[in-house]
C-alpha cells in the first residue's frame, strides 16, 4: 500500500508535537515554525499552524453514536488497536467515543473509537477481526 498524505491545520506547534509525538508515538519529520511533519503509521501527517482553521466541530450520526463529520484516522491490527487504547487511557486522553464495537454482526463489524487533537482535529482508530471486511458491503 502506498503511503497518503494529510495537511490538517492546527493551533501551534508545541502541543501538536506533544499530542502526535509523545501520546500517539508518531516520529517527527521535518518542520518550520508554521509546519510540523509527522509519521503516521507509515503516512505522513502535516500539520500546519492556521488557528482560525481550528473552530467549531460538525457532526454525524453513526451507528447511535455522533462522530465527527471532518476526522481522518488509520486502521490497526486489533492487536495493536487495543495497545493503543490502552496508551490512550493511560495518559488520561480523554475519547469523544470510547473503544468499542460498531455494527456488531453486519459485515463491516469492527472495533473503533475516536479521540479529538489539541486543536480540535477528529481521529479515529480502527480494527477489523478479519481485514477482509474492510470494504464488506
Request: aromatic content about 14%; glycine content about 10%.
Amino acid at each position: 500500500m502506498q503511503p497518503f498524505h494529510l495537511a490538517f491545520p492546527i493551533r501551534d506547534i508545541e502541543s501538536t508535537r506533544w499530542f502526535y509525538g509523545k501520546i500517539l508515538g508518531c516520529e517527527i519529520g521535518r518542520e518550520t515554525e508554521k509546519w510540523i511533519d509527522f509519521n503516521f503509521f507509515g503516512h505522513q501527517l502535516s500539520a500546519h499552524v492556521s488557528p482560525e482553521e481550528c473552530t467549531g466541530r460538525a457532526t454525524s450520526r453513526v451507528d447511535g453514536k455522533d462522530v465527527p463529520l471532518r476526522h481522518f484516522g488509520i486502521v490497526l491490527q486489533w492487536e495493536d488497536w487495543e495497545k493503543l487504547a490502552g496508551r490512550l487511557k493511560n495518559n488520561n486522553v480523554e475519547f469523544l467515543i470510547e473503544p468499542g464495537v460498531r455494527f456488531a454482526g453486519k459485515p463491516g463489524e469492527q472495533g473503533t473509537f475516536f479521540i479529538i487533537d489539541g486543536s480540535g482535529n477528529g481521529l479515529e482508530f480502527k480494527t477489523f477481526k478479519n481485514m477482509d471486511n474492510l470494504f464488506a458491503k
